[in-house]
């Protein structure tokens, strides 16, 4: 038989977290962004892009035996091309290193944006996995959603303290065509 204690009832209170969410983050450039996990399908590292003759963010790689579809997401979201050369497409003595030094290494993130369908979005550097509390999610304000040459970010971002501010990436805007 257990024994009320009020010492006890006030430790179980205090258990009781806020609901969180869990998101992939990753930073491009200077800024953090982040993809809720229910919307990643895979993280992988990638070595062979091709199909973007002009450069316009749209090409293609093999995944699990098919052609998956890879949307630069430094050029969708800020309109410019990364110009970063992966590790087969380098000189075989970079590949090599490459294969040592983890920083040259470039990861897919594979969405799926819609049952049935993925598409890959290649960052530069490991991505990581962090539960978010719920009241951490700030809308934007309206000014800077107006004037800001930041895209695909939703209406939130998440503000943590002595950190900055994390940018939430809406995965369907990722997906459509520009």
């Known amino acids: 038989m257990a024994i009320y204690s009020p010492l006890r009832s006030r430790r179980l209170a205090a258990q009781q977290t806020e609901a969180t969410q869990r998101l992939i983050t990753f930073k ?10 229910d919307r990643v399908h895979k993280v992988t590292t990638i070595d062979r892009l091709y ?39 380098k000189k075989s003595s970079v590949a090599v290193k490459a294969q040592s030094n983890p920083d040259l290494v470039r990861y897919l993130l594979v969405l799926q944006p819609e049952p049935e369908q993925l598409v890959g979005l290649p960052i530069d550097s490991p991505p990581s996995i962090q539960s978010i509390q719920i009241s951490a999610f700030q809308p934007l304000p309206d000014i800077y959603r107006q004037h800001s040459n930041i895209h695909c970010v939703s209406t939130m971002s998440i503000d943590l303290p002595d950190r900055p501010s994390i940018f939430l990436l809406d995965v369907s805007l990722l997906a459509e065509p520009r």
Not at 28 to 37: I, K, M, N
Not at 54 to 78: A, K, P, W
């Open 51 to 89: 199909g973007d003759p002009n450069h316009t963010g749209v090409s293609l790689t093999t995944y699990q035996g098919r052609e998956l579809v890879v949307i630069d997401v430094m050029h969708r979201i800020f309109g410019k091309t990364q110009q970063v050369l992966l590790p087969s497409q």
């Open 28 to 37: 491009l450039g200077a800024e953090t962004f982040a993809l809720p996990l």
